[in-house]
């Protein structure tokens, strides 16, 4: 019977522990810690930007916005550029543009720029150099992602295929801030990318 009474009291009191385990809301409130017991507080990262980082990683940000380099397994990141666009020097393919729009093509050679039925776009230069976000603030950085607005200013044209800016608009204000945290603290690299080009049909 003692046996049974101490079970007991030890189940009754796993139960707040097993409460909380099993709670996610309880869960979301209490800080990541490491072996070292340090705290995390950014989604389990040391700081905003390292959380942004992981985002940026996740996204594919770099297929498109940071210029290739021809390695052993074919075209590869350009670590010593990453995320700064489509590099300036760079002309479009050359293709025809007529066609292409006629056929609702998408075409790329670098995957930095694009053709298509909406002109030509050009990856954005993401780097912290003023050619790049340097001299953006969060607001104008969540603004631009959420309305798909160029530079995140009103009156500005749309952001252009292939950026999904439609899929990017639904993560949540924390992780957009971490993103643009990330970006703020990147190496900046000077390039000013082309102006987007209008649909030919637009031209006439």
């Not at 980082?53 to 990453?82: I, R």
């Not at 300036?88 to 543009?97: E, F, K, L, V």
């Not at 998408?106 to 930095?112: A, K, M, P």
């Not at 800016?165 to 603290?185: G, H, P």
Request: charged share 20%; aromatic share 8%.
């Amino acid at each position: 019977m003692y046996k049974k009474i101490i079970f007991a009291a030890c189940i009754l009191a796993c139960l707040p522990l097993a409460f909380i385990s099993c709670n996610p809301a309880a869960n979301a409130n209490t800080p990541a810690t490491d072996s070292t017991g340090m705290v995390f507080k950014f989604n389990g990262y040391e700081s905003q930007a390292k959380w942004g980082e992981h985002l940026v990683t996740l996204g594919g940000c770099n297929d498109c916005h940071t210029p290739k380099k021809m390695g052993p397994q074919g075209p590869e990141d350009d670590s010593s550029l990453s995320l700064s666009g489509h590099p300036a020097q760079m002309p479009p393919p050359d293709i025809d543009r007529k066609m292409v729009e006629a056929k609702h093509f998408g075409v790329t050679t670098t995957q930095t720029v694009w053709v298509g039925p909406w002109g030509i776009s050009y990856a954005a230069n993401l780097t912290s150099d003023s050619t790049g976000i340097g001299n953006w603030k969060e607001e104008q950085f969540i603004k631009c992602i959420r309305e798909g607005k160029w530079m995140g200013l009103d009156n500005t044209r749309p952001l252009l295929p292939p950026m999904p800016w439609r899929n990017m608009r639904l993560m949540t204000d924390d992780e957009l801030k971490a993103i643009f945290a990330y970006l703020k603290s990147t190496k900046p690299v000077h390039n000013n990318i082309p102006v987007a080009a209008p649909p030919l049909s637009a031209m006439r």
